[in-house]
């Protein structure tokens, strides 16, 4: 029953209170009408009695005048207008009467009951008398019932005056309850009217409340608050299903949000990540181009002593120059873009001929590499400062004994490149600090192409999107050093 | 979830909708049920006006003065004791518009079958007829103060006029001893006192000569047997109570003749008021004698005011309680006791303060 009234619609609540409010009041104006109609009822009541006398004198009056018409004119129309008046005043006085009480009224109406029997007699009598001719009888009762209608013309009108200075009271009685009654009444409607104002407030107040929350908790929406709190429905109108419906907006707004944030820094890590890119290539190029001012030149120049080699017949001077051209040329050509494996490999082997030239071929180079491996994509300029590490930090003082081994094979879902050698060996704290990115190089030496293993390391780790691209390996002092790089494949 | 949020809800509102709902019905209870109570404390006050007492018989009491507190008097002792037999006594005419002569009540009281009267009777011959008539349409008629002896009343009730003779001669002899009383002290110039004394008495036109003789000579016996050694003149002087007021101007008449009597009696209770009235007016408080009747407010203190020397005093209560007495006997048995006397008091300067202390308890009442 509850729940049914609370899932009504607002308007059929609106429209019942009020229809229940003017209802109260209407029952409230039937009952007070119904008082004042009792009360009139009673005084229209009051002077009944006097109306009543009136009618008996009118009546007596009538009887004398047509006895009198008769004795004067003896017509048969003042005959007959005896006969029906003396009816009707028979009827008239049978209706008073006879008590005997200690207010005049019931004896007075006795006595008037009774004389008007002698009355009413003496007339008969005289008519009789008039229609036999009997002259002396007919004024002898003429005279009795004249002196019998001016007595009873006395006592009505004396009752009369009676009645009438009573009811005169009942009236003023009569009239001073109207007065408290009117005030009473308006008393109530005044009564009626602020009780049915407060409920209808109350009620409404009740109905609207909701309402009014909403618009607040809306208000502090709209103010950016996307935390307020929202008001709980209490009712299944339409208030209630509107602040339903306020809370799912709000719900699904805040999941909009969090969705374009969430997005938004997707986005920002990815371009955070190109410029992080972009940023340590131009490291590595600056530091390029540093050690080397001019490599077209440099190139040119080495082909031009490459094409002076050939023609002297000097064949491996000829190879030489051609592969120092050709490593400088790649520096310059593959700086800025994604390289297969196989450029990079290519380099190392470049790099390595060119050192066994310098150092008179003390370098062993071994290298192992699954060729299917071999057009993977990788950053360029990587592998060759990892082998320049191994050669300047590892093997460059063993002479002849130093080794280099050059490894690419597949690991799980990952492309691995091993450079492995010989020499010093790394302690553990080097390995985490050069992991870590926090070694700091000694003064630069001419051997080196300037690009340090934190610039290596920063870089496949942006290309591999993870942390552990790197692992360096050693076994001890004087036992080698691993250093392998994992490629997402 | 949802069910347990909605029955949470619920327990929340319910106080709130209780607390409209309870006034409202509390509050329309109590407007409907202060016009229900009023509206039944009206209808019961209205319906109390309609509880009387209704009698078995209905006399009347016919008098020529309804006003005069005599009568008055006689009236509500006849009333007092009808109540107790059930019986309602009715001054006829007091509530009439018109005022009607004796006669006129009679032939009234005849043909509104009345079950007996109580006339003030006189004995002119209309009334004698008119008793006759009641009599003839089985009404019974006691006739009061006045006889009307030829006629058929069943009973008189009155008081003995030769008492009332020899009582009025006594008061005579009294203010004679009390003249002679202040000469010997020197307090009367009047030289004559001895040698005669002027009595007038006031008598009612309408007084039966029968009852006139009766009082006269009951106060001439009086005066012959206690004391002969006085001269007196008795005359009587007729009071025209013809006409409305012509009392008062009979009464004055005496007072502007040239030999004013020495004492005045007064036979009726209008007499005497005029006549100490008329006595204080001429500036003859203590040179006229009045001899007064009935014991109204205004002559008891008169007396008391030495103007009206004394006063004598019917039972009036107990005449009105004769009356019916009288009427009920007949209607029960058929006949009654011809004669009531009522008692007579004398009141005098010796016993006036006794008066006064009952007509104050009467006022306190």
């Keep these: 029953m509850r729940s049914k009234l609370q899932s009504l619609p607002l308007s059929y609540k609106i429209s019942g209170i009020y229809i229940i409010a003017n209802l109260f009041i209407f029952i409230v104006d039937i009952v007070l009408l119904m008082g004042i109609n009792a009360l009139s009822v009673d005084m229209e009541m009051t002077y009944q009695d006097n109306r009543r006398l009136n009618e008996l004198l009118l009546s007596l009056d009538s009887v004398q005048d047509a006895m009198t018409g008769y004795l004067n004119s003896k017509t048969t129309d003042s005959l007959s207008d005896y006969y029906i008046s003396e009816q009707r005043y028979a009827e008239l006085t049978g209706e008073l009467g006879t008590q005997i009480t200690d207010r005049p009224y019931g004896r007075m109406e006795r006595n008037i009951k009774n004389m008007s029997v002698d009355y009413l007699d003496d007339v008969s009598q005289t008519i009789e008398a008039k229609r036999g001719r009997n002259v002396e009888k007919y004024r002898v009762h003429y005279e009795e019932a004249t002196r019998l209608y001016e007595y009873i013309k006395t006592y009505i009108r004396s009752l009369n005056e009676e009645q009438f200075v009573t009811n005169s009271q009942m009236y003023t009685s009569l009239a001073r309850d109207f007065r408290i009654f009117e005030f009473f009444a308006v008393a109530v409607m005044f009564v009626v009217l602020l009780g049915s104002a407060y409920i209808i407030i109350r009620v409404t107040g009740a109905l609207i409340d909701p309402l009014r929350q909403l618009s607040e908790s809306a208000d502090e929406v709209s103010n950016g608050n996307l935390d307020a709190t929202l008001p709980k429905s209490r009712y299944n109108d339409e208030i209630g299903k509107l602040t339903l419906a306020f809370g799912k907006m709000m719900v699904s707004i805040k999941e909009y949000i969090e969705r374009i944030r969430m997005s938004m820094e997707k986005e920002r890590a990815m371009q955070e990540k190109e410029l992080m890119m972009e940023t340590h290539l131009k490291d590595a190029q600056l530091k390029y181009l540093q050690a080397q001012i001019n490599p077209h030149f440099l190139f040119n120049t080495l082909n031009a002593g490459a094409q002076l080699a050939m023609m002297e017949g000097a064949d491996r001077t000829y190879e030489y120059v051609q592969t120092v051209a050709d490593f400088f040329r790649y520096n310059v050509k593959k700086q800025d873009e994604l390289v297969n494996i196989e450029d990079e490999v290519e380099l190392v082997d470049n790099y390595i001929r060119i050192l066994n030239v310098r150092f008179s071929g003390d370098i062993h180079y071994e290298k192992q590499v699954d060729e299917r491996l071999l057009h993977t994509k990788m950053p360029s300029m990587i592998l060759q400062p990892i082998v320049e590490n191994a050669v300047n930090h590892g093997i460059r003082e063993m002479g002849d004994k130093g080794q280099i081994r050059l490894k690419v094979f597949r690991d799980l879902n990952s492309v691995c490149i091993s450079v492995r050698d010989n020499g010093k060996g790394m302690s553990r704290e080097d390995i985490e600090k050069v992991v870590g990115g926090k070694w700091k190089y000694e003064e630069q030496t001419g051997d080196s192409n300037g690009i340090g293993m934190d610039n290596v390391i920063a870089r496949l780790r942006l290309f591999g999107e993870r942390d552990d691209v790197i692992r360096i390996r050693s076994d001890g002092q004087d036992k080698g050093t691993e250093v392998v790089i994992y490629l997402p494949l | ?365």
Aim: with cysteine; hydrophobic share 35%; charged share 25%.
């Design chain 2, 1 to 365: 979830m949802d069910n347990k949020n909605e029955s949470n809800l619920n327990a929340h509102q319910r106080p709130r909708a209780a607390g409209i709902i309870i006034p409202t019905v509390i509050f329309a209870l109590a407007i409907l049920t202060v016009g229900v109570l009023l509206y039944r404390f009206y209808m019961v006050r209205s319906g109390q006006d309609h509880d009387d007492n209704t009698y078995d018989r209905y006399y009347v009491m016919i008098t020529d003065d309804i006003k005069s507190s005599f009568w008055q008097s006689v009236y509500s002792g006849a009333l007092k004791t009808a109540q107790e037999k059930n019986v309602f006594v009715e001054l006829l005419g007091s509530n009439l518009s018109y005022d009607y002569t004796c006669e006129e009540l009679m032939e009234i009281a005849v043909s509104s079958h009345v079950d007996g009267i109580m006339v003030y009777g006189g004995d002119p011959e209309r009334m004698t007829e008119l008793i006759d008539d009641a009599a003839n349409a089985g009404i019974p008629v006691v006739t009061m103060y006045s006889d009307n002896p030829n006629s058929r009343r069943c009973s008189f009730v009155g008081v003995s006029g030769y008492n009332m003779g020899r009582e009025y001669g006594r008061q005579v002899l009294n203010v004679l001893s009390d003249k002679r009383r202040l000469s010997y002290s020197g307090r009367s110039t009047d030289a004559d006192v001895e040698l005669s004394v002027g009595i007038t008495v006031l008598v009612d036109m309408k007084m039966p000569s029968y009852d006139q003789n009766v009082i006269m000579s009951g106060l001439k016996d009086s005066l012959t047997w206690e004391n002969t050694d006085i001269e007196y003149a008795i005359q009587t002087v007729a009071v025209d109570n013809s006409n409305p007021f012509s009392v008062e101007e009979s009464i004055r008449d005496v007072f502007m003749e040239e030999d004013i009597p020495d004492i005045l009696i007064c036979l009726n209770e209008l007499d005497t008021t005029c006549a100490y009235q008329a006595a204080i007016d001429y500036n003859k408080v203590g040179s006229v004698y009045i001899l007064g009747y009935y014991d109204s407010d205004k002559i008891i203190n008169a007396i008391n005011r030495n103007v009206v020397f004394s006063s004598l005093a019917i039972d009036t209560e107990e005449m009105g309680s004769f009356c019916i007495e009288a009427l009920e006997e007949y209607n029960e048995s058929g006949n009654t006791s011809q004669y009531f006397t009522a008692d007579i008091t004398l009141i005098d300067k010796n016993n006036v303060s006794d008066f006064i202390a009952r007509e104050e308890e009467d006022d306190a009442k």
